[in-house]
């Protein structure tokens, strides 16, 4: 089973820009996302990354500001979140996915919060 830790959350001000990074247990060469859920909301995709980082999607809400990439070598995923905004306040999760198309989750992170401010 794969154990997947996720750091770099914290409280930033609108307009800035927080790095996030996942590690996972061991090498796994399947595709990986971000979902994040808001207070009282359930949660939602952010964006998901093929196994070596050549495929890329976003939800609409975090296009052309978040950047999904993986470094293999470290069994790492990271987020950039730039210009985040108050609406981008929440809990994210990172994933390893059972299939990209349906983003079918196998193993979920615990979590780590970010806030922003307005």
């Known amino acids: 089973q794969v154990q997947l830790a996720e750091s770099g959350g914290g409280l930033v001000q609108a307009g800035g820009s927080l790095r996030l990074s996942c590690a996972a247990s061991?090498?796994?060469?399947?595709?990986m996302g971000w979902f994040r859920q808001a207070p009282g909301k359930e949660r939602e995709f952010v964006g998901v990354i093929d196994w070596n980082g050549a495929f890329t999607n976003y939800a609409d809400s975090v296009k052309g500001r978040f950047t999904i990439s993986r470094d293999n070598a470290k069994n790492t995923l990271y987020l950039q979140m730039n210009s985040l905004k108050p609406e981008d306040t929440a809990v994210y999760y990172c994933?390893?996915?059972?299939?990209?198309?349906?983003?079918?989750?196998?193993?979920w992170g615990k979590g780590t919060l970010v806030t922003v401010s307005s």
């Open positions: 994933a390893v996915l059972q299939n990209i198309a349906t983003r079918t989750v196998d193993y």
């Open positions: 061991e090498r796994t060469l399947y595709p």
